[in-house]
C-alpha cells in the first residue's frame, strides 16, 4: 500500500505515542484522550491505524468499532465491539447486554437510558479489565446519540487506563451537526485531551509521495504542483488516482482525465472573484496552500493559533470556501500574490 496519509504525520504519530505512554508508561488511571478531525479522505483512519500499530508497550486490550451508517441503532460503537468478543464471559445482566449488543432476540422491555448508560460503561471497564487498552472510536459524526453520550462518559470514567482515541469529520458533516459539535468540545475540553486537525499534504508531501512511487530522480515541479492541485492534497484522491493511472508513467497523472469520483467541486462557481484580503490573511492562506497545520502557521507567521484561527474563517467565508483544502486550490486558481511564498 502506498504510505499517503504517514507523509507529513510524524509529529501526529510522535503525540499519539506521548499519550499512550501517560496511560501505560506512568501507570495513569484515568483515560488520555486523542481527538483527530479532518475531512473525508484525509487520512485519519489510516493515521490511528498506523499509530495502534507502533504501540509500545503493545496495548493489553484494544476496542474499536464505528456507526451502521446506512441502519444506525443505538450504542453503534459499543455493538461494534461485542460483536467480536464473548459476551457470556462478562458478569453483566443478559438482557442488558442483548440491548447493547443490539440482538435480534433481545427482550422488549428495555432499561431507562440513563440505567443503559451506565451498565454501557460498566460493561466497557469490563472489558478493559486491568488495562492498558486502546478504545478507537471511528467516524464519530455518523454514531448515533447514545453511542456519543457513552463517549463522553467514557472520556471522564474514572480509574479506566485507557487511551481513548476519537477520529471525526467537522461537525458540519454529521449527521446531528449540533450534538457532534458539543460532543467534540466537551472532549477537547478533558484535561490533557490532544487534539489533532488533519489538513490537506503540501505541494512538497505530494512530490514525496511521487518520489516513492515512480523513483529517486528529482520530479518535474510541474508535475508535483498539478498533481496536489488536481487531488487538493487529499490523501485519498491521490492514492486514488495513482492506482488508476500505475503503469501509465507521469504524464498521466496531470494529463489524463480524472474518474468521475475522484473529480472535486471546483470553488470557483461560489467563491468571489475577487476577494478582499488582508496581508495577513494572504500569509495566511499561503501556509494553508503549503499544507500547514494552525499550530504551524502561527509558529511560522509569529502570531498565536487563536488568531490563525479567526483568519482561517474568514478566508473560508471570503473565498466562498467549504474547506481549508479548497481555499488553497482557490488561491492557487486565482493565483493570489504571495499566497504561495510561506515556508515553514
Do not use: F
Not at 498506523?50 to 451508517?69: D, K, N
Not at 457470556?88 to 447486554?97: F, T
Not at 498521466?252 to 482525465?257: D, K, M, N, Q, Y
Amino acid at each position: 500500500m502506498i504510505p499517503v496519509s504517514m507523509v507529513g504525520r510524524v509529529g501526529e504519530l510522535a503525540e499519539l505515542d506521548r499519550a499512550w505512554s501517560t496511560v501505560a508508561g506512568t501507570g495513569r488511571s484515568a483515560p488520555a484522550v486523542t481527538v483527530i478531525t479532518g475531512a473525508a479522505g484525509v487520512g485519519k483512519s489510516r493515521l490511528v491505524a498506523a499509530a495502534v500499530e507502533g504501540l509500545s508497550p503493545r496495548p493489553a486490550v484494544i476496542l474499536t468499532g464505528t456507526a451502521r451508517v446506512h441502519d444506525p441503532a443505538p450504542y453503534d460503537w459499543l455493538a461494534a465491539v461485542l460483536s467480536v468478543r464473548d459476551v457470556g464471559v462478562l458478569d453483566l445482566p443478559s438482557d442488558a447486554l442483548a440491548w447493547l449488543a443490539q440482538h435480534p432476540a433481545a427482550p422488549r422491555e428495555r432499561y431507562a437510558p440513563g440505567t443503559l448508560l451506565r451498565l454501557a460503561v460498566r460493561t466497557v471497564r469490563s472489558l478493559v479489565g486491568a488495562g492498558p487498552a486502546v478504545l478507537v472510536v471511528e467516524d464519530l459524526h455518523d454514531l448515533d446519540p447514545a453511542s456519543l453520550n457513552l463517549v463522553v462518559e467514557l472520556a471522564t470514567a474514572p480509574q479506566l487506563p485507557a487511551l481513548l482515541v476519537v477520529a471525526s469529520r467537522p461537525p458540519a458533516d454529521a449527521v446531528a451537526p449540533d450534538l457532534t459539535r458539543r460532543v467534540l468540545a466537551r472532549l477537547c475540553g478533558v484535561r490533557s485531551a490532544v487534539r489533532q486537525h488533519l489538513g490537506p499534504l503540501g505541494v512538497a508531501e505530494v512530490a514525496e509521495i511521487l518520489t516513492q512511487v515512480y523513483g529517486d530522480s528529482p520530479l518535474p515541479a510541474r508535475v508535483c504542483a498539478g498533481v496536489w492541485q488536481r487531488t487538493g492534497g487529499n490523501p485519498y484522491a491521490l492514492t486514488e488516482l495513482l492506482a488508476v493511472h500505475a503503469g501509465r508513467g507521469l504524464e498521466a497523472l496531470v494529463r489524463e482525465p480524472l474518474p468521475e469520483h475522484l473529480r472535486m467541486p471546483s470553488p470557483r462557481a461560489t467563491a468571489p472573484p475577487e476577494a478582499e484580503l488582508t496581508g495577513r490573511e494572504v500569509e495566511v492562506l499561503g501556509c494553508l496552500v503549503a499544507g500547514m497545520s494552525n499550530k504551524q502557521a502561527a509558529r511560522a507567521l509569529g502570531i498565536s493559533v487563536r488568531t490563525v484561527t479567526v483568519h482561517v474563517s474568514n478566508l473560508l467565508r471570503k473565498t466562498g470556501s467549504a474547506s481549508r483544502t479548497e481555499a488553497a486550490i482557490w488561491a492557487v486558481q486565482h493565483r493570489v500574490p504571495g499566497a504561495g511564498q510561506v515556508r515553514g
